[in-house]
Structure formats: structure tokens, C-alpha cells
């Protein structure tokens, strides 16, 4: 058939999509086009959360014009939350583009593209293998789509509504990878906390997951603060390979811009979460989105922000500046935070997340942890990277082999990672 290239922007559940498009298409025939070869099917799977994402999306979309005046029977295709939610846009800024796909229906792209091709579409299997491309680490999708609707944002419009996953297809996707040697495994949703399936709630899926992953990191993400419960938060306390992290999102620190979110929590319910994951989990690590310069966002909103990243004391922190989204109930809001006024609410939250994270990581120096090591170091020639169940990476020098699990002894500490050496 020939050969594919895919670029994957975005969300770990467009990393799961991407995995699954590659081995659709490998089902379909094709092979991954060797390095610096324009290969005859190339896909851009796009995220759309933020307008910066769509800009970087349009940079790549844009260059790949020039593939076409190379190889002219090379089919370009264009797919994930942007097109699903403005594939106009893309049409009209893009003629190189052939064709647009969302985020269902990845099934189709093979014979889409065979049509394009005037060629004849084979059927493909009823399961499709996913290439897996983080090794050790792989997710897993428990539930597409989202009932949300907070007002920021895109996704569920580009994915659609909640749609959970049989707990079977689950539990036999985290056997499997158990199996094969995966270490690292995250159940992956939009809002992990809302699953259910036939009876079965996301705490009694964590249990049986947790079940199968002796010797595994076994993580989940993302968490919606008013669905993570009781029965939730004792769950985490009974597993016995649920890593010691949770992401928890808070977007502001204010009642009034949650409520304007439509986040459907205020600030005192988030911090009773956060109290009881700590007690039945001590010392687990908290991380958090914060969204800077929502419509009407006072200074006093953003200070009671800095509160309560001052008060929870989070490992990191990812913080946005607002962007209005095409179609969402903020876009009808006047966006009326001016850019250097979230530029510096961004910088001044992101400060101050530093300097807590330091401190929390410089109290770890001397300690002694277990680290999956993933491979060679992004930051050290020569070293490797461990991550460990708190979700930190550890560099480290000494002989490894990515994949298994080595004792390190914590010797220095950034904002960001760790350093250590093989524990003697
Ligand atoms: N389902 C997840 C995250 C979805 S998007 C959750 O609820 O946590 C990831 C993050 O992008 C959000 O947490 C939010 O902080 C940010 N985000 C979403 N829409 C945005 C927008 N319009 N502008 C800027 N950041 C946005
Ligand atoms: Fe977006 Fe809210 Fe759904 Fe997260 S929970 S995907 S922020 S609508």
C-alpha cells in the first residue's frame, strides 16, 4: 500500500488515538516511512483546547504543502479536535489538505484514503492492535468524550459525549500490557471519576486494575474534583499499585470564576478532596491546570488563586492564559483580561509554583526511591531518566536497562526533576 507519517499534537487521549490510527493504518497495509522520506500518506492529528494549539497545528499543516510539490500524489489528512469542531477552517486555509476526519471513526481513514488513491480498501480485523509508541509506559482509554461543558471548553464538542468502556475490554487491555512487559500503565478519560459500566464505578475498575498490576505503576488521569468521592478516595487507599500521584485540576481559586467555569465545585469542596486524599494517602503528590485571565477575572480572583496554590502546595503545576474557543459558552463572554495582564498573572502563578516545588523536591535529597527507568536522559548525554511513583523524573548515571526498576538515593533537586545515583 506504502508508507504513513503521523504527527500527533495534544492530550495523552490523542497519544491513544495516535497509537490506534498507526496500527489501523498498518492493519490497512502501510508501514511507517523511514526517516526524511515523504511518505505517501501523511496525517496530523490536532488538538484544539487552546487557540495556541490550533496555530501550531496550522504552522505544520501549512509546510506540508511543499511535500506535495515533491511527491504530488501524496495524500495529506487532517484529523482530531480541530476539524472536528472547525474543519471550514482548514478547507479553506489549506487546499493541500485531501481530507479531514474527528475523532471517531479513525476505522475509516484507510478506505477514505484508498478513494483518494483510486484504489480498492481492504477490510481490516475486528481488533486492532495499537502501536504502542512509550514503552515502557502505555495508556489506556476508559471512557471517550465528555458531559462536562465547562464553559472554556472545546472538548465536548470535539469528542462528543461520555462514552465508557466495558470494564472486560478495560481489565484484558491492562492484562495484556501487564503481559508484555509494560511497566507504567494510566487509565485515561476526560473525567476518570464519572466512569461506570454496567454497575461498575471508576473506584471498583481502580481496584480490579490494581488487581492485575503487581509490579506496575498503575496511574489515572484526569480527575474532576467534584466527582472524586468517598468510595474514590478509599480505593486509593487500599490499592496496592496505584502510584502515589494525582492530578487534581483546580482551573481558579475563586467561587465566582468557578461558578462563571460552570465547574460545578467551589474552593471548600476542592480543599475537603484534597484533605482527604492526603490522609488516606500521606504524602501522595498533587498536581493541578490552573486557567489564568477567564472573562471577568478580578485581581482578587487571581490573588485567591495564588491562595490556594500557596495553601495545597502542589508538585507542579501546568497554568494556562485564557483562550476563547469558537462555540463554547465563554466565547460569548467579552474577553476582557487584556494579553499582558495574563502573561503576567501566568508568570506570577508559574513563580511561585516553582519555588514550592523546589522547596517539596529539595526536601526528597537523601531519601531513597524506586524509579521505572524509561531510557537515556533528555537532559544528560550519557545518563538515563527514572520515573518514579510520585510522577517525577530522576537523572541519574550508572548502568540501566529502560524498562526495569531501579532503587536510587535522591542527591539534588530542581523545580522540575530530580538527580540521583544507583542506591548502593
Ligand atoms: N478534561 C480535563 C482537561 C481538558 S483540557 C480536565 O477537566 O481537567 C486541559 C486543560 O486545558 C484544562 O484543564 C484547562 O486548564 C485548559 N484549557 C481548557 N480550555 C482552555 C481554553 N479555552 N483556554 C486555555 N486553556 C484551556
Ligand atoms: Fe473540558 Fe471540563 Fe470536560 Fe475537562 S471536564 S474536558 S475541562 S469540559
Not at 490506534?20 to 511507517?32: F, N, S, V, W
Not at 459525549?161 to 508484555?180: K, Q
Not at 465547574?263 to 503528590?285: E, F, H, M, T, W
Not at 537515556?376 to 550519557?382: F, H, I, W
Request: hydrophobic content about 40%; glycine content about 8%.
Amino acid at each position: 500500500m506504502g508508507t504513513y507519517e503521523l504527527i500527533v499534537y495534544g492530550c495523552q487521549m490523542n497519544d491513544y488515538d495516535g497509537e490506534k490510527l498507526a496500527g489501523i493504518m498498518e492493519e490497512a497495509g502501510y508501514r511507517p516511512a523511514p526517516p526524511g522520506d515523504i511518505a505517501d500518506v501523511v496525517l496530523v492529528y490536532t488538538c484544539a483546547v487552546r487557540e495556541s494549539a490550533t496555530t501550531r497545528a496550522l504552522g505544520r499543516i501549512t509546510s506540508l504543502a511543499r511535500y506535495k510539490k515533491h511527491k504530488a500524489d501524496s495524500v495529506i489528512g487532517v484529523g482530531g479536535c480541530w476539524p472536528a469542531v472547525e474543519k471550514e477552517v482548514i478547507e479553506s486555509s489549506c487546499p493541500h489538505v485531501d481530507f479531514t476526519f474527528g475523532t471517531t471513526n479513525l476505522e475509516d481513514v484507510p478506505a477514505t484514503v484508498a478513494g483518494i488513491r483510486g484504489q480498492a480498501a481492504s477490510p481490516l480485523p475486528d481488533e486492532i492492535r495499537l502501536r504502542r509508541a512509550a514503552w515502557p509506559r502505555a495508556n489506556v482509554s476508559i471512557m471517550r468524550g465528555c458531559n462536562n461543558f465547562c464553559a472554556y471548553c472545546v472538548v465536548p464538542y470535539a469528542r462528543g459525549p461520555e462514552v465508557c468502556r466495558p470494564v472486560d475490554d478495560v481489565l484484558h487491555e491492562v492484562e495484556e500490557l501487564v503481559g508484555t512487559g509494560f511497566k507504567d500503565i494510566t487509565l485515561i478519560g476526560q473525567n476518570v471519576n464519572s466512569y461506570r459500566h454496567g454497575g461498575t464505578s471508576f473506584a471498583e475498575l481502580l481496584l480490579k486494575a490494581d488487581a492485575l498490576c503487581d509490579g506496575v505503576f498503575l496511574r489515572f488521569t484526569t480527575n474532576h474534583p467534584r466527582d472524586v468521592n468517598d468510595e474514590t478516595v478509599a480505593a486509593l487507599g487500599r490499592c496496592r499499585n496505584v502510584a502515589r500521584h494525582l492530578h487534581l485540576p483546580l482551573q481558579s481559586g475563586s467561587d465566582a470564576v468557578l461558578r462563571a467555569m460552570n465547574r460545578d465545585y467551589d474552593v471548600s469542596r476542592y480543599l475537603d478532596v484534597v484533605s482527604k486524599v492526603r490522609k488516606a494517602v500521606p504524602g501522595i503528590c498533587l498536581t493541578t491546570d490552573i486557567l489564568v485571565g477567564f472573562p471577568g477575572e478580578t485581581e482578587d480572583d487571581f490573588e485567591a488563586t495564588l491562595g490556594v496554590v500557596e495553601r495545597v502546595r502542589y508538585d507542579s503545576a501546568y497554568v494556562f492564559m485564557y483562550s476563547p474557543r469558537a462555540g463554547t459558552a465563554a466565547a460569548a463572554l467579552a474577553d476582557d483580561v487584556p494579553r499582558p495582564e495574563k502573561v503576567r498573572r501566568l508568570q506570577t502563578v508559574g513563580a511561585r509554583q516553582r519555588a514550592i516545588a523546589l522547596e517539596i523536591n529539595e526536601k526528597m535529597v537523601g531519601s531513597e526511591k524506586l524509579a521505572l527507568v524509561e531510557g537515556p536522559s533528555r537532559k544528560n548525554a550519557g545518563e538515563y531518566a527514572g520515573r518514579l511513583s510520585e510522577n517525577k523524573i530522576v537523572n541519574f548515571a550508572g548502568r540501566a536497562r529502560p524498562g526495569e526498576f531501579v532503587r536510587l538515593e535522591i542527591t539534588g533537586a530542581s523545580s522540575w526533576t530530580l538527580r540521583g545515583e544507583p542506591a548502593p
